[in-house]
């Protein structure tokens, strides 16, 4: 136990921007999906745990390279936010594919709270990470399935989301 700054800070970093739902939520509005009710416990866990145990917990000491891949999957994430603002928020920016990858507005916090484990040499973050990955993931794949069977009749007057597979 023990308080870390740069836990805290990477906390932020990844699940704050996720407060701009509820300013700007996405438009037209997500279809009510039905997120099976134990991956929605994990979400709402791994999303606790991701926030509170890396700023609650120090690990072994700091391997500073791997802040390179904490920071290039932080930054990417950030991106993200902005193509999702670019796409006038549409439901396909916040979770379509890009370059091939789904969802990676789900899989780059968990990559960066993974790379983060290791350059904080802290494994409860690891597990933390681990429920996260479990619940998060596998809602918004489901979430991604129901916002792709959207009729598109009005997005012909949007940029397009990004390169999708």
Known sequence: MGFSALGLALSLALLLPSLL??????DPALPDVAIPPALALLERA????C???PALTTGAGVRWGWAVPV????SAYWGLWGRYFACRRSPAALFGPVWGIPVPMALLPVAAFLTGSAWLMNPWMLIATCVLAAGHIPASLIIWRAVRSLPA????S???AGPAA
């Open 158 to 160: 949007r940029p397009q």
């Open 21 to 26: 739902l509820i300013r700007y939520p996405p």
């Open 71 to 74: 920071f290039a999957c932080a």
């Open 51 to 53: 926030m509170t145990v």
């Open 153 to 156: 009749a009005d997005e012909g």
């Open 46 to 49: 791994g999303q606790a745990l």
